[in-house]
């Protein structure tokens, strides 16, 4: 059970996440182009650049810089989220034993304060989707549901590391399941934002670029 949670699965996981992930894409094209031919006709390319950008920027857009206390959790939250795993120390190892390569990584003690900076955002952003009225009344149960599948591996990596909670054989085996878990719902539910920000970010642009006005 322990080879295969973090042999084979793991690379089930990402084989289903990349699979997953170009499937939505060219499906969701694919019907773009059925229901909006006139997008295609007018495509704004500057205009669709320039609103990926200004949103993947801090305070870049009109809508960060009006909730500036937001921006800063949310950008805490998402840059810990994407960072964190690609250079910690235990994944590039994992990764040279299994296929010889890799690249640097992080000092430990800057990936369990980046991990700790993680779960403190998260923590603060479902305190507001549960406390703000506007984003309470359109919460529903998956959404509590995605945001323990997100926040899971990052604590049971944390607890691994600092051999807290259960050994660290189980807690191990429990941070590589909880991030298979992730990976495989990526594609398939709301966490597909990872992918169709930049394709709803450049269709907006696109549109209002064409519309002589800005989304940011």
Not at 4 to 20: C, D, K, M, T
Not at 130 to 142: H, N, S
Not at 173 to 191: A, N, Q, W
Request: proline content about 5%; charged content about 10%; some cysteine.
């Amino acid at each position: 059970m322990y080879a295969f949670v973090n042999g084979p699965l793991i690379w089930i996981a990402f084989a289903v996440l990349v699979l997953g992930s170009l499937w939505q894409i060219v499906s969701l094209r694919r019907m773009s182009k059925r229901t909006d031919k006139v997008f295609y006709d007018h495509y704004n390319a500057g205009g669709a650049a320039a609103s990926v950008w200004a949103w993947m920027m801090p305070y870049g857009s009109r809508g960060w810089r009006e909730h500036p206390g937001l921006t800063f959790v949310t950008f805490i939250f998402h840059v810990c989220l994407i960072v964190t795993p690609l250079f910690a120390l235990g994944h590039i190892t994992t990764l040279q034993f299994n296929r010889n390569f890799g690249w640097p990584t992080l000092p430990d003690r800057v990936i369990t304060i980046m991990t700790l900076l993680f779960l403190a955002s998260a923590l603060v952003l479902l305190i507001r989707r549960l406390a703000v009225p506007e984003v309470r009344i359109v919460t529903e149960a998956k959404d509590i549901v995605l945001w323990v599948i997100v926040v899971l591996p990052f604590l049971t990596g944390y607890l691994s590391a600092n051999n807290m909670l259960f050994s660290p054989d189980l807690m191990l085996m429990l941070h590589v399941l909880t991030g298979c878990l992730m990976l495989l719902c990526i594609p398939f539910t709301k966490l597909a934002h990872v992918f169709l920000f930049f394709m709803t970010r450049a269709f907006i642009g696109s549109e209002f670029a064409r519309r002589g006005t800005k989304t940011w």
